[in-house]
Every structure is written in structure tokens, then in C-alpha cells.
């Protein structure tokens, strides 16, 4: 069965009408990107989709500020207010109503809980958003909470406490990783390798909690979750190298326990739908260690979709209802991306 709001509003694309006009109208789609930010390769993997399957989609882009990269790469671009402004979601509203948006893409965590929790408002007016339910959105914001989810349903990961409890213990192993548990990007973790160390960065690093230092391979997985709140398809990518917290050289790895592992937790977390990101270590002895999940598209994303795991065709065939062939592990292994910087050009009159 069917559920959700994206599932119930589904655009139609057959011949229900008299004429062709109904069915080009039906498949009129305007994918709106919030916080669009860099997310360039993102918005080229949706255009070249939608091209594919001869959708005729247009792209419209959020973002506070006027100097960023992919929102002028979009076919309309919105300044709006930041998202703790009480008059954001009003905003998106009006967007997609005026621009008949029928799918919403956010890019980060900045505004995830305010679509969570809008969801219904977006659906009423035909515009199906990918995010998970409010309280996935919440485990996900809090690292305390992801913990205690993990290790509540079975899945490996490192052990967490508050500082203080890390303090009061007599004995540690160390170094320890400190980080906020409402943090994002990587920002505010350090690793500590004795008391003094942690004292100093726990004053430092605001919300700080105290995990157990894992030695390991870093991995992320591109989890595709579609309409129906299934599973299809995982993507593990190996990160080689980190620059402000996404990926800049990344490898695709085919290994069959995070990719089960990885469709499980999603499954018992209930998120979806379209990518969630996971984060985790494989350790030298090959144990899988999950140390984040983000309800949204990861930044190296386009790896997976590269890869063959078309993340972009899949969401148009789902919203459009059109019949979809995804086979769990459909992609390539060992494809490699290197980033580099790119420019585009904007001429001030």
C-alpha cells in the first residue's frame, strides 16, 4: 500500500482527458532546492533526470544571500528570511504555491525540523517534500538521542556521556572525541587526549559530549528510501579526504554488511522519504560503528548517483507514478571522485 504524503500526491501522467494538453500539464514539474548553497552537482544530477525521462521541470532555488553558486544556476532564485525567522515557512508556502512547486529538496539541517513539522501544510496545496517525520527529525538533530537509538535497537556504536560523566570517572581511555550533540559539518569537534585537553575544549565547544575515539575507516551511506517508505538501494562511499566537513575525494565501496546494516536502521528508524545520509567507521576488524544519521541528501551525493544509483530519476519516476526498476546493489564499485573548485560568473550591472 501506498502511504504518506508524498505517495497520495503523486502527479499523474496518464491520458485521462480529451486532449494532450492534460497530460503535458500532468507532467509539468517544479522542483523547488531550500538553502541551495553549493549544491551545484545536486541541481545538474535533477536537470539531467529530468531531461532523461522527457520531464518538463523547472528549478527554483532558495538561499539567504544572493552569493551562492547554485542558486544562480537556477531557473528562478528566492532571497528569503533564515530559517528561525517566523515567517520562513510562510515564505516557502507562498513560493510553492505561486510557482506550482510539486516536489521540495532540502539541501541541510538548517531547516528540517520546520519542514518535518509543516509537512501536511506543503501536501495540502500539492507539493510533496522530502523529509522524514518530526520525531526521525529529532534523533537525528540530537546526538544524545541517536545514540540511545542506536543502541536501544541493536546497532553498533561508539559509547557516549556528557563531559561531566566523562570527568568523574577515575579511569578513560584515551584520546576521546568531544562534539556538540546539535552540531553539523564537523563543526566543533576536536579530539582530546587527556583531562586537561577535554576541560579545555568542553569550555570551548558549546552542548559538548564525550565519545569513545574509534580507529577506523570512514564511511558514509546513501540510503534510498522511496514513496512507499521502502528501502531500495544503499551506497557506501568511502571518505578519503574531508574539506569543512563534506567530502572532497570519496570512493564507492560495495560491502555487503553496511549495506545491510545500513537499509535496516533506516527501516527501524522510519525515515524517508528520498536519501538519508549515514555516517559510520569500519574498523580494522570489519565491525560497522554508525556514528550519525542526516535525514537529507549528503553533499557527496553525487558520487552514488555517478555511481549508477540515480537517486534524482527514481524521486521524478515516484512522483509522477511512472514504474520504477531499482535493484538493491545496481551500481558501481571502486568509482572514485575528485573535487576541485568550480566558478560561476555573475555580471553586475
Known amino acids: 500500500m501506498i502511504t504518506g504524503f508524498c505517495a497520495s ?107 518535518a513539522e509543516n509537512k501536511a501544510k506543503f501536501a495540502a496545496i500539492g507539493c510533496c517534500v522530502l523529509i522524514s517525520p518530526p520525531n526521525v527529525v529529532d534523533i537525528c538533530q540530537d546526538k544524545r538521542k541517536t545514540y540511545r537509538f542506536l543502541r536501544k535497537n541493536g546497532f553498533d556504536t561508539p559509547v557516549t556521556i556528557s563531559v561531566a560523566s566523562a570527568l568523574s570517572k577515575k579511569k578513560l581511555n ?68 574531508v574539506r569543512a566537513g563534506e567530502v572532497s575525494k570519496g570512493q564507492v565501496v560495495k560491502h555487503p554488511d553496511i549495506m545491510g546494516q545500513s537499509a535496516r536502521l533506516v527501516e527501524t528508524l522510519g525515515a524517508g522519504p528520498g536519501v538519508i545520509t549515514l555516517q559510520l567507521f569500519l574498523t580494522q576488524d570489519d565491525k560497522v560503528k554508525f556514528i550519525e544519521i542526516n535525514p537529507r541528501f549528503g553533499g557527496g551525493a553525487p558520487l552514488a548517483i555517478k555511481a549508477g544509483a540515480n537517486f534524482p530519476k527514481w524521486i521524478f519516476q515516484d512522483l509522477l507514478g511512472r514504474k520504477i526498476n531499482i535493484r538493491f546493489d545496481a551500481f558501481k564499485d571502486n568509482l572514485i571522485m575528485l573535487r576541485y573548485d568550480g566558478e560561476v560568473w555573475v555580471q553586475k550591472p
Open 174 to 241: 584515551w584520546p576521546r572525541f568531544l562534539k556538540p550533540w546539535d552540531g553539523s559539518a564537523s563543526r566543533g569537534n576536536a579530539v582530546v587526549n587527556n583531562r586537561k585537553e577535554m576541560l579545555f575544549f568542553a569550555k570551548r565547544i558549546p552542548n559538548a559530549i564525550c565519545q569513545e575515539f574509534i580507529k577506523g575507516t570512514e564511511h558514509t551511506c546513501d540510503v534510498y528510501v522511496d514513496f512507499s517508505m521502502k528501502v531500495r538501494c544503499v551506497v557506501p562511499r568511502k571518505r578519503i579526504e
Open 9 to 115: 500526491n503523486r502527479v499523474g501522467n496518464s491520458m485521462t482527458g480529451s486532449n494532450m494538453q492534460k497530460r503535458k500539464a500532468s507532467n509539468r514539474v517544479g522542483v523547488l532546492f531550500t538553502c541551495i548553497g553549493r549544491r551545484v552537482s545536486l541541481l545538474n544530477g535533477f536537470r539531467r533526470a529530468a531531461g532523461h525521462l522527457k520531464v518538463n521541470a523547472s528549478f527554483f532555488g532558495t538561499d539567504t544571500t544572493e552569493y551562492s553558486s547554485a542558486l544562480q544556476l537556477c531557473d528562478k532564485a528566492f532571497l528569503v528570511k533564515p530559517v528561525t525567522h517566523p515567517g520562513y515557512t510562510g515564505e516557502l508556502l507562498n513560493i510553492v504555491k505561486t510557482n506550482r512547486v510539486k516536489l521540495l529538496v532540502p539541501t541541510v539541517d538548517l531547516d528540517l525540523k520546520v519542514l
